[in-house]
């Protein structure tokens, strides 16, 4: 299976997943269809779904544009069948998907919405606005004992699954974990890997799951600098994984 990075909006990601023998691919996340349709087209691929981690327009916002070139399925979560444009197959967690060649599973993980998916397609996990490359997503419609246990549940996969998320964020991301754990010499290190990276317009994305758990302080509840940061500003916050990854959550979300 070959993977297509392709940059939509302003800091979005879409990927076609494309299974080589037999050129079918399917879209992830498509924010808006001219892009993926101009691809599809210039690779030659037929394109058999498309796959949405859940319902905001910036995922979901190219959906019709491609129904109206390619007669094909969507899939979403199940709760989110009058929010996601043209959805055709309600799915949820453990849910095989089959499409040609390519076969994935479902995973839910709520917290940024109600009706948050990722997709594992081989040890390339697809996961939207959950988990991002050093970050995760603002809490818009769940809560963080929500977000809390979908990070961990993601956390279980293996330490060489591949992140792609939705969105180019690594740089901000990291320059906030920083802030959190100065002496952090691996978050450090890929901070500057990152920064370089983005100083010639490259992507960040994919990374691995190990090094999320290395240096991305939402998956670092554990962590005793960060503990050690987080008390001495706060120093009446709760001390289980919760009330850490909560405070964490609400800094960022003022940074
Ligand atoms: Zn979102
Ligand atoms: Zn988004």
Known sequence: MKIILVPLLRDNYGYLLVSEPTREALVIDPSESEPILRRLAEEQLILKAVLNTHHHRDHTGGNDGILTQHQVEVYGHKSDGGRIPGLT??????????????????????????GHVAYLFGNNLFC???????????????????????LSKLMLLPD?????????????????????????????????????????????????????????????????????????DFPGLASDPVSVFAQVRKLKDQF
């Open 160 to 232: 060489d699954t591949r992140v792609y998320c939705g969105h180019e964020y690594t740089e901000n991301n990291l320059r906030f974990a920083v802030t959190l754990e100065p002496k952090n010499f691996k978050l450090i290190s890929r901070l500057e890997r990152v920064q370089a990276l983005r100083a010639r317009g490259a992507a960040t994305v994919p990374a691995t799951l190990e090094e999320e758990k290395q240096t991305n302080p939402f998956l670092r509840w554990d962590s005793n600098e960060l503990r050690e940061t987080l008390k001495r």
């Open 89 to 114: 197959h309600g799915i949820d967690e453990g849910d095989e998907i089959r499409i040609g060649e390519l076969s994935g599973k479902v995973l839910f993980i709520p917290g940024h919405t109600t």
């Open 128 to 150: 939207g606005d959950t988990l991002f490359t050093g970050g995760c997503g603002r809490i818009f419609e769940g809560t963080p004992e929500q977000m809390h246990a979908s």
